[in-house]
């Protein structure tokens, strides 16, 4: 990730008043097939980061599932190609949410995800 990207990170992160956790390109975020389509608004949630991944959820459209292929194991270096919308909300620590499309942006902080995660 570029320094003008992780600035704009921190950006944001000072706009909502939240921590700015870094997130390391060579770790990996679950990623829905359907970033690519086009389909809005871009959700992300982050958890607590385990082993390789940096707890990053991305799908795109209203429904999340629960469908165990649902997700995609993907470097965070691979953002940039298929959902180069979220990368600025990447630096939100663990705990928080995003909802965006081109032209609306919804964060927020939502402390159950950090709440009974095994």
């Known amino acids: 990730m570029s320094d003008m990207e ?10 909502y008043e939240a921590p700015f956790w870094a997130c ?5 975020v679950g990623v829905a097939r359907n970033v ?8 992300g949630l982050r958890i ?5 991944a940096c707890g990053w ?14 997700f995609l194991p993907l470097h965070v270096k691979h953002l940039e190609d ?3 919308l979220a990368l600025r909300y990447l630096g939100l620590p663990p705990g928080w949410r995003f ?10 902080e939502d402390k159950q995800l950090l709440e009974n995660v095994e």
């Open 48 to 52: 607590r980061p385990e082993g390789g």
């Open 24 to 28: 390391d390109a060579e770790l990996k």
């Open 99 to 108: 909802l965006i499309t081109e032209s609306y942006e919804d964060v927020w």
């Open 57 to 70: 959820y991305i799908w795109a459209g209203e429904e999340w599932s629960d469908d165990p292929d649902f």
């Open 6 to 15: 992780k600035n704009a990170q921190r950006v944001l992160c000072e706009k």
């Open 82 to 84: 298929w959902v180069p």
């Open 36 to 43: 690519v389509s086009g389909l809005r608004p871009i959700n």
